[in-house]
């Protein structure tokens, strides 16, 4: 158990560039999660898997926000034409679906839009 | 929809004191229960969860929580904190028919004075 990891750790990048952002859950964790986290504020879901199939969209994953999970394995974000708003910590967690239903979260990544 | 209100978004303690985070939760359904840590640029860590059982649960760090339905409070404690204990805590709900999306509170700020 390598637990989840996600890449990069940080990212800047200047207005309207489009970003990608990747994660790779616990091995055999069919669960997998993308939250938004913003300065003193708690983390928000944005959207989930389950194996390769997304299940459900948070309102707050606008037209410019796309996620993939190819495979039921790893997962990634995508961000075009960023804004100074997206600026916040991406996590990533994942769970199996039998079990303790403890999420179980990543590092996060870091984004700055300039 | 579920919601969480953690009351108190700084707590500052001196060491070896006890401590109390508050947390209480709103929802149309029967939730489970969650604490998660989470320390200066790291994701989170769980440190209690409640499913079912006796109200009184106990998780890593010396932590404990109550589960009170009647009062819908999931309160943390712990007897005598440490230096090591300085972290960000958030209060996380979901649905008892397990593994959907976490619904997080804004999270409490404890401070440890030496």
């Known amino acids: 158990d390598t637990g989840v990891s996600q890449d990069p750790r940080h990212k800047i990048t200047k207005r309207g560039q489009n970003v990608t952002f990747r994660c790779d859950p616990i091995?055999?964790?069919?669960?997998l999660y993308w939250y938004r986290q913003t300065l003193g504020q708690g983390p928000e879901f944005l959207t989930y898997?389950?194996?390769?199939?997304?299940?459900?969209k948070s309102r707050l994953l606008s037209d410019r926000f796309s996620a993939e999970r190819p495979k039921g394995s790893f997962s990634t974000l995508e961000i075009q034409r960023t804004e100074q708003g997206d600026s916040a910590m991406y996590l990533c967690a994942s769970s199996l679906v039998k079990g303790g239903y403890e999420q179980y979260f990543g590092p996060g990544t870091r984004l700055t839009v300039t | 929809a579920q919601s969480v209100t953690q009351l108190d978004s700084q707590v500052p303690v001196f060491e070896e004191a006890p401590v109390e985070l508050r947390c209480n939760y709103s929802?149309?359904?029967?939730?489970?229960l969650f604490w998660y840590v989470q320390y200066p640029n790291q994701g989170l860590q769980l440190l209690l969860k409640?499913?079912?059982?006796?109200?009184l649960v106990k998780g890593i760090n010396g932590f404990e929580a109550e589960f009170n339905k009647s009062q819908t409070s999931f309160h943390l404690r712990k007897p005598s904190v440490h230096i090591s204990d300085t972290a960000e805590y958030f209060c996380?709900?979901?649905?008892?028919?397990?593994?959907?999306?976490?619904?997080f509170g804004t999270g409490t700020r404890l401070t440890i004075i030496p």
């Open positions: 898997f389950q194996n390769e199939a997304q299940l459900e």
């Open positions: 409640y499913l079912s059982g006796s109200t």
């Open positions: 996380a709900v979901n649905p008892n028919f397990g593994n959907e999306k976490l619904t």
């Open positions: 929802s149309s359904v029967s939730v489970y």
């Open positions: 091995s055999e964790h069919n669960r």
